[in-house]
């Protein structure tokens, strides 16, 4: 960690040296590339160049990134961060709020209105927690100064500037989100935004901060967008035969089949058509070891974030979440 400190403390260094002339190292050559891309006008291409040059590097967004990663947790301790009576209360509240929107999107979408809310229970507590940075100030740190995520959060960056500015409900020099630059309730990336974020009250904006129809709407297209099976199971848990193998495995991504696992020695006590793809997945819970069968939902759901523990957390909260509602329901 300290050697990782000491060869970025030179890079920033060495780049300030090279950076004559322009507000952040590698600004001008951003730009540059931006105009080619999109062949913009030089009102457009000023309007950039102000907003970059607002842009504050920012220490604490390179101190976040730099943490260790959450994937080294175990399943048991994951869980007990997500799967909370408050986050699981909370969220049932929410639902309560915005049942109509919620029914009307679900019904449009096929996605189950209790997968919305766990999103946005799991990203951001509701929206009690979506981040006190400047996009502008995080990418411009994380794409301009911080090499080892340079290609992707500079890609950010450049999907940032090119989101029409008549979109926000706020000037993209003042827009908020988290140390990675994800924006609103639902935490999207801007090419996020830019591909899938819906202005479902049709006022002209995406607004993900106060929105509850854009939010609602934008989380539910997400999955749309990413090939949500409305009906589809998403997972079951895994009886193991004694002399199971294990299969390959690659993240979420469902590279066998209901019975291509059975033969291994994994089976489901639900019914499920042999051919349906799947995978397998393990995770230290509190009992030990945990053995669950996956499908392409799971898969969907993973796309939002690609550990498979997060998925698992928000398709539990949306479980739990449902059994909750059905039970308020029938009082
Ligand atoms: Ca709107």
């Known amino acids: 960690m300290i050697l990782i400190r000491v060869v970025l403390a030179a890079f920033v260094l060495l780049s300030a040296a090279a950076s004559a002339g322009e507000t952040h190292p590698g600004q001008r050559a951003l730009l540059r590339e931006l105009a080619e891309e999109t062949g913009a006008d030089r009102a457009t291409r000023a309007e950039w160049k102000a907003l970059l040059d607002s842009a504050q590097y920012q220490q604490s967004v390179i101190d976040a990134i730099s943490r260790p990663a959450e994937a080294t947790k175990a399943w048991r301790d994951y869980q007990k961060i997500f799967l909370t009576e408050q986050r699981l209360r909370d969220g049932l509240k929410f639902w309560q709020e915005n049942q109509i929107l919620l029914d009307q999107v679900s019904t449009e979408t096929g996605v189950p209105a209790e997968l919305i809310v766990a999103i946005i229970g799991v990203e951001t507590s509701y929206g009690r927690i979506t981040g006190k940075y400047k996009v502008i100030d995080a990418l411009t740190t994380l794409g301009l100064y911080y090499p080892p995520r340079a290609p992707f959060f500079r890609g950010e960056l450049k999907q940032f500037l090119r989101l029409p500015a008549e979109r926000f409900p706020l000037g993209r020099d003042q827009v908020t989100g988290s140390y990675a630059g994800a924006m609103g309730w639902g935490q999207f990336m801007p090419t996020s935004f830019a591909n899938w974020a819906r202005d479902y009250d ?130």
């Open 202 to 331: 049709a006022d002209g904006k995406i607004d993900l901060w106060n929105s509850r129809a854009d939010i609602i709407a934008s989380v539910a297209n997400y999955f749309v967008q990413h090939g949500w099976v409305a009906g589809a199971p998403v997972t079951d848990r895994a009886e193991r035969r004694a002399d199971a193998e294990l299969p390959e495995l690659r993240a979420t991504e469902t590279l066998h089949t209901v019975q291509s696992l059975a033969d291994r020695g994994f089976s489901t006590a639900n019914q499920r058509e042999p051919e349906r793809p799947a995978t397998l997945l393990v995770l230290e819970g509190a009992a030990g070891s945990e053995h669950w069968i996956t499908y392409q939902n799971f898969y969907v759901i993973s796309r939002y974030n690609r550990s498979p523990m997060y998925s698992m957390a928000v398709h539990q909260l949306a479980q739990q979440l449902a059994a909750g509602q059905t039970k308020i329901a029938s009082q």
